[in-house]
């Protein structure tokens, strides 16, 4: 998953020169020329820009990036340069004005860009095998006999070769492979006034679509005490300290945590539901690049995992890209509008 981070130094200040300069009317006018968008005869431009997310864990964004920037220069024929945007909706709006060609986003960034202005979501990030992931709901070893039907089993996270406490058959000895919906019954066993740990209102793991859970639940969230934390290790650890009874983060954000540092959190923290699959984020192309352009850079990154992995594992986070599907770009469309008015 992304995050919306700090920008990282110079070279993001001089991006966000770029973004703000794209954000007000542009969208609108971008929005009316999407239905002129290029054919695939039309001549390709001799510069594109791809457009990059801060990234707390890169200082020099542009510079780490320069592999997939000389890759698909040197395949395309044309200079492209990367720039880091303020966020995700100033990325939106750079490819949207024509500011940026190409956009590194998450899933709610590819639908609005779609939306928009006409760009093409084309590819989707994927993650320990997967394009899309889970929101898990989790409680403490303590409380598991009220939101387990059965006894928490101890199963295999792939990821990182750990082993955590799993419930309401979510996985088993064998199996482990994180795909929801599951469980989600047990989240009518939370009471009024329980305390419940959840992320940033933006974040889809973290919150939304477990507010979407507990509502379809019965739930009224406003009848809860929650718990406001940053971070999905943060979130773990509420639950593991005591300071929340139940939790929500990603499928399984308790592979954020060192073993070293809790190395009995496999034994004390029990994941009980999963919520239905939700994106990862991916790559969108602007609405005027030439079709065929278009199809040759969605063809260079989707293969960019047999050229340089190391880029796509050190700086993304990731193993790939596959295909772009439209049912769970879909899905982010709905889970944005839901939030936009909160």
Known sequence: MRKSLFAPGALALAALTLTLAACGSSSTAAGG???SAATSTAPWPSEITLALIPNEKVGDLVTSTKPLTDYLSQQLGVTVKGVVTKDYQA?????????????????????????????????????N???SYAAEMFTSIGN?????????????????????????????????????PKGLDALKKITPGTKVAFGNTTSPAGYQLPVLDLEAAGIKVDSLQQVPVTGNDNLIMAVYNGNAEVGFAYWDARSAIKATEVPDLGDKVVVFGLSEMY????????????????AKITELMGGY??????????????????????????????VTARFAAK
């Not at 792939?158 to 996985?171: D, K, T, V």
């Open 305 to 334: 995992d047999k050229v340089d992995p190391a880029t796509l594992k050190n700086i993304f986070g990731q193993t790939g890209w596959v295909p772009a599907d439209a049912s769970q770009i879909d899905l982010a469309r709905k």
């Open 129 to 131: 095998g997967a394009s």
């Open 279 to 294: 994106p990862n984020g991916g790559v969108v192309v602007g609405p005027d690049v030439p079709k065929d352009m278009s």
């Open 91 to 127: 990325a939106v709006e750079a490819v949207c004005s024509g500011q940026a060609q190409i956009a590194i986003a998450d899933a709610g960034s590819l639908a609005a860009a779609q939306d928009q202005c006409g760009a093409v979501p084309v590819l989707q990030d994927v993650r």
């Open 33 to 35: 020329a999407a239905s």
């Open 144 to 180: 598991a006999s009220k939101y387990c039907t059965d006894t928490p089993v101890k199963a295999t996270y792939a990821a990182n070769g750990a082993q955590y406490l799993y419930c309401n058959g979510i996985a088993d000895g064998s199996t482990n492979t994180g795909v929801g």
